[in-house]
């Protein structure tokens, strides 16, 4: 794997597919107002994603599922159930959503994938802190590819 940490804006990353960190899929996208992540796909990559999404059901807590990417230019994207229902994230569930994510990427045999810092932001985490999180959970696992964490600017 080779990783690194880089500041900008996920959707502009030169990767195969991209992760969005997103909630459990029990609330209906369409009552959800876009932020964050998904606030930017909506808005560039349309509501196709968000629409496959919503019938796939329910994602258990830190578990991972793909869609195409809409109009954005990567080949698909992985949402990752970094939340809980009180709109939390915890370490496990960054740990899970960053494991079960490169899962999905190795089977679909993408290349590369940027991730975002699951949980902080709407998830009420410190950026630091899912940063580490991420690193230690990254350093544990094997991609043959390229791994971006992308700390938003």
């Not at 502009?12 to 998904?38: E, F």
């Not at 796939?56 to 990752?80: D, F």
């Not at 899912?130 to 700390?151: N, P, S, T």
């Amino acid at each position: 794997m080779n990783l690194s940490i880089v500041h900008g804006d996920l959707l502009d990353q030169d990767v195969d597919v991209i992760v969005n960190a997103w909630n459990r899929n029990i609330i209906p996208w369409w009552l959800l107002l876009p932020q964050g992540v998904s606030g930017a796909i909506k808005k560039r990559g349309g509501y196709a994603p968000f629409r496959e999404l919503a019938k796939l059901g329910p994602i258990p807590l830190g578990h991972a599922v793909i869609t195409s990417a809409g109009k954005l230019p990567h080949k698909a994207i992985i949402h990752v159930a970094g939340i809980n229902l009180l709109w939390r994230s915890s370490e496990r569930a960054i740990r899970d959503s960053v494991r079960h994510a490169l899962a999905l990427a190795t089977e679909h045999h993408f290349q590369s994938i940027a991730l975002p810092l699951i949980g902080a932001g709407t998830g009420g985490s410190k950026q630091q802190q899912v940063l580490a999180i991420m690193q230690d959970e990254l350093g544990k696992l094997h991609f043959d590819g390229d791994v971006r964490v992308v700390c938003y600017r």
